[in-house]
């Protein structure tokens, strides 16, 4: 970590040390002390963009209206889009704050944002409004984490760093059924010299659509490049065959620098990689959290954000999560029966785990020799969707473009 400080400027290193307050910080302490006096070099300069300044420029906020709040928000028409960023220059994003009217599940994943930088062609950012903002399924309430909060469940704050070298766009792309209020504000620094070894902000958004029993879902498809996976957040529907079994078994797998059958990372399980354990409730720390827990109507929203514990890679990276659950074995014999599909992978008894896919010749689910009242976990196929949020050493990647709107609704 050293050597990419070194090559910071003194404005480089000032914002380094900034974020590192905002995102390592807790209870008024910080992992690495930043004062807040520090002033950066000449030239640095702070812009907010709304459409109270659309540009950004010196002296030209609130000009409608005599000053008195004459351009606060607009009406963005279903179908339409709003180029709410063209800024030219270096600089780093540090804050986006926006709310809309209409927030139900259809809209929040119809509209989309697209981030585009150092004038790309292609967006390193496309992704469905409400899951970019911290919670997937088109789902609002209050939550906080280091990355992201929504302080009542009604607006959209997104605090990760975002460096350009040359050229910042961000649009709003309102692809859904209603027309949409939009308030937002996006807050950056003006930098008379570009940080030069800063990394782009990029996510990807995805959902399992015709996943099969037994295949991972991946959260993020391999990249090229050098980079940090920065973390994600992940919505599952669960499917209604599976009743109150659990879903959470998966392990989280993270590929790196060329990893082919077998990644250089693994979790222990869906809990156990945001942190919590033995099942799950509704929580939100800096770090990881699950803002909406419904058991009922089987919808889980979770994140993990890989800050204090950094994931790098120089070549490569992939991240996936099994799709995995566990049961008593009479309740996954039901499951089967009512046309569910599942398959058991281990077998957890007193005597210890036994992996069924390396045990040739261990009985059939439904020959009475299988044990029974034991931990069973299991192949399933549930809805899940995620964003990936990640950092990498190029403005584009090669990765597929966001799903068409009736793909991202679907299963809501």
């Not at 010196?58 to 179908?79: C, D, P």
């Not at 259809?106 to 062609?121: G, K, P, Q, T, V």
């Not at 899951?131 to 607006?155: C, K, M, V």
């Not at 669960?238 to 078994?249: A, I, P």
Request: aromatic residues 14%; glycine residues 10%.
């Amino acid at each position: 970590m050293s050597r990419y400080y070194n090559n910071f400027g003194k404005t480089g290193k000032l914002l380094f040390k900034t974020a590192l307050l905002l995102l390592l910080s807790s209870g008024g302490r910080a992992l690495q002390a930043q004062q807040l006096y520090d002033l950066p070099e000449a030239g640095t300069a702070t812009r907010w963009i709304s459409f109270e300044n659309i540009h950004g420029e010196k002296g030209a906020a609130a000009k409608e209206n005599k000053g008195a709040k004459g351009h606060s928000s607009e009406w963005i028409r279903a179908g339409g889009r709003k180029v709410l960023m063209d800024y030219s220059g270096a600089g780093v994003i540090h804050r986006i704050w926006m709310t809309v009217i209409d927030r139900s599940p259809a809209a929040l994943r119809s509209i989309r944002i697209e981030m585009y930088w150092d004038n790309a062609a292609k967006p390193a950012v496309s992704a469905p409004l409400g899951d970019f903002f911290g919670i997937s399924l088109g789902l609002r309430t209050a939550f906080q984490s280091a990355a992201f909060s929504d302080p009542e469940g009604r607006s959209f704050n997104c605090y990760i760093p975002m460096p350009f070298k040359r050229h910042a766009k961000v649009v709003f792309i309102n692809e859904s059924k209603s027309d949409q209020l939009l308030f937002y504000d996006i807050n950056f620094s003006v930098l008379k010299q570009p940080l030069q070894q800063a990394a782009y902000f990029h996510t990807y958004w995805s959902t399992n659509k015709d996943t099969r029993l037994g295949e991972d879902f991946a959260i993020l498809p391999q990249i090229k490049g050098k980079g940090r996976f920065l973390g994600t957040n992940i919505g599952i529907v669960t499917d209604k065959v599976y009743g109150s079994t659990w879903f959470g078994e998966g392990e989280v797998k993270i590929y790196l620098d060329g990893d082919k059958t077998y990644p250089t990372l693994a979790g222990t399980g869906t809990e156990d990689y945001i942190g919590s354990a033995w099942n799950l409730g509704a929580f939100s720390n800096l770090y990881q959290g699950a803002p909406v827990v419904d058991k009922v109507k089987g919808r889980f929203s979770f994140y993990r954000y890989h800050i204090p514990d950094p994931v790098f890679f120089n070549t490569s990276c992939r991240v996936t999560i099994q799709q995995m659950g566990g049961g008593g074995r009479d309740s996954i014999r039901a499951i089967v029966k009512a046309g569910g599909r599942a398959r058991p992978v281990s077998v957890m008894t007193r005597d210890g785990l036994i992996p069924l896919l390396d045990t040739p010749g261990y009985p059939d689910l439904f020959d009475d020799r299988f044990s029974k009242d034991e931990w069973v976990n299991f192949y399933r196929v549930d809805d899940y969707s995620a964003t990936a949020y990640f950092y990498l050493d190029r403005p584009e990647n090669e990765l597929p473009p966001l799903p068409p709107v009736a793909e991202r609704i679907k299963g809501l």
